[in-house]
T-cell receptor, first 110, second 116 residues
């Protein structure tokens, strides 16, 4: 089955700096890679996603890159703000199954 | 309406109780999911329903019994649970379960379950 690894597990950055979170997946048949943000006590919410036929996608301060050959994808957040502080989960979908990475706790320090 | 609604938000039950968690969506999604999330851990897939039929059961103990009465509703029946089953139970839906048109996963707010 699919296995998703995620690094780092915790990340602290100064407000205004960039943050990068990296994930690797094991199943080359996975074709959809979403990123979720989960604030304390709340539901995971999709912030950006990328399909396997695309190498990069950007939405304002957030971008995702995908390297299918190496089976890894990354989340890039620029100009971080305190409200970006949360747990971020990457995921990979193969067919009916979404498998989540273990999560990264991002702290943006004012 | 882009909401997945879950009830109850909080549930406390004893190990001999029978209770149910409910989930509803009106987005026309044909795939619905139950996830279990423990503190500081990612969501862990329990069940997937595709077009009201159970398509994935991730070896979940029989004390958890899912039900999909129609395309908008998903229930999780709970019986004889253990304290280690205490967790946040998240319902989710997507347009379909596979292929390029499957779409993103929409999560409900979750039902926080405590088993005494």
């Amino acid at each position: 089955g699919e296995n998703v690894e995620q690094h780092p597990s915790t990340l602290s950055v100064q407000e205004g700096d960039s943050a990068v979170i990296k994930c690797t997946y094991s199943d080359s048949a996975s074709n959809y890679f979403p990123w979720y943000k989960q604030e304390l006590g709340k539901r995971p919410q999709l912030i950006i996603d990328i399909r396997s036929n695309v190498g990069e996608k950007k939405d304002q301060r957030i971008a995702v890159t995908l390297n299918k050959t190496a089976k890894h994808f990354s989340l890039h957040i620029t100009e971080t703000q305190p409200e970006d502080s949360a747990v971020y989960f990457c995921a990979a979908r193969r067919g009916q199954n979404f498998v989540f990475g273990p999560g990264t706790r991002l702290s943006v320090l004012p | 309406d882009t909401e997945v609604t879950q009830t109850p938000k909080h549930l406390v039950m004893g190990m001999t109780n029978k209770k149910s968690l409910k989930c509803e969506q009106h987005m026309g999604h044909r795939a619905m999911y139950w996830y279990k999330q423990k503190a500081k851990k990612p969501p862990e897939l329990m069940f997937v329903y595709s077009y009201e039929k159970l398509s994935i059961n991730e070896s979940v103990p029989s004390r958890f019994s899912p039900e999909c009465p129609n395309s908008s509703l998903l229930n999780l029946h709970l019986h004889a649970l253990q304290p280690e089953d205490s967790a946040l139970y998240l319902c989710a839906s997507s347009l379909r379960t596979g292929g390029v048109e499957a779409g993103e996963l929409f999560f409900g707010e979750g039902s926080r379950l405590t088993v005494l």
